[in-house]
Nanobody, 115 residues
Framework: QVRLVESGGALVQPGGSLRLSCAASGINYRLYAMKWYRQIPGNEREMVAF???????NYTDAVRGRFTVSRNNVRNTLSLQMNDLKPEDTAVYYC?????????WGRGTQVTVSS
């Protein structure tokens, strides 16, 4: 059974930083591409960062240059370093992978950017 558990969400002021983590189990983690998504209530979930099994990263335009995705294939963890946070980054953040023929999700972690 695939299990993804996010952590690290918090309330932060504009311009601040946060680091999100995702612990993965139930898969041979090093073989899987991983993604970070976010969702604002009433909106569709959007992908913000992608990292391939070999560590190649890509980002949506809204976060490129501010967010950095990384992975640790020994600890089976995924991270998202978020800098220069803006109010529009406020959302629930989810990590995800496609395994065993389906999209797998964690429960998410809330990030709120507000003064």
């Amino acid at each position: 059974q695939v299990r993804l558990v996010e952590s690290g969400g918090a309330l932060v002021q504009p311009g601040g930083s946060l680091r999100l983590s995702c612990a993965a189990s139930g898969i041979n983690y090093r073989l899987y591409a991983m993604k970070w998504y976010r969702q604002i209530p009433g909106n569709e979930r959007e992908m913000v960062a992608f990292i391939s099994s070999d560590g190649t990263a890509n980002y949506t335009d809204a976060v490129r240059g501010r967010f950095t995705v990384s992975r640790n294939n020994v600890r089976n963890t995924l991270s998202l370093q978020m800098n220069d946070l803006k109010p529009e980054d406020t959302a629930v953040y989810y990590c995800s992978t496609n395994a065993y023929g389906r999209n797998c999700w964690g429960r998410g972690t809330q990030v709120t950017v507000s003064s």
